[in-house]
């Protein structure tokens, strides 16, 4: 089992900033693919972004391309999303996920084994 904890959401203003956290326990994290999803009301939950186990491969969701970027630190057990340029239709609940597989640009909601609890976001224009 995998235990994902997310946080650092909040509500900023359009063109703001937010960075968010997530620290994973109970399995080695360098073996873990990590995701980043999230969900607006009343939509599906979409793909963000995602980070290879050693870090060295990312890949982005078109519509958050050169505003968001993701990162880990293995030795802290954590991923992250750093989000800039803000818009309010970023507005959502953001998840962390994480893959066992040894497959490389994972971006499938079914394709994550375990997820975290979400934090939200909240953009106002």
């Known amino acids: 089992q995998v235990q994902l904890v997310e946080s650092g959401g909040g509500l900023v203003q359009a063109g703001g900033s937010l960075r968010l956290s997530c620290v994973a326990s109970?399995?080695?994290?360098?073996?873990?693919?990590m995701g980043w999803f999230r969900q607006a009301p009343g939509k599906e939950r979409e793909f963000v972004a995602t980070?290879?186990?050693?870090?060295?491969?990312?890949y982005y969701a078109d519509s958050v391309k050169g505003r968001f970027t993701i990162s880990r630190d293995n030795a802290k057990n954590t991923v992250y999303l750093q989000m800039v340029s803000l818009k309010p239709e970023d507005t959502a609940v953001y998840y962390c996920?994480?893959?066992?597989?040894?497959?490389?640009?994972?971006?499938?909601?079914?394709?994550?084994?375990?997820w975290g609890q979400g934090t939200q976001v909240t953009v106002s224009s």
């Open positions: 996920a994480a893959d066992t597989s040894l497959k490389v640009q994972v971006t499938g909601t079914g394709d994550y084994d375990f």
């Open positions: 109970g399995r080695t994290f360098s073996w873990l693919n």
């Open positions: 980070i290879s186990r050693s870090g060295t491969f990312t």
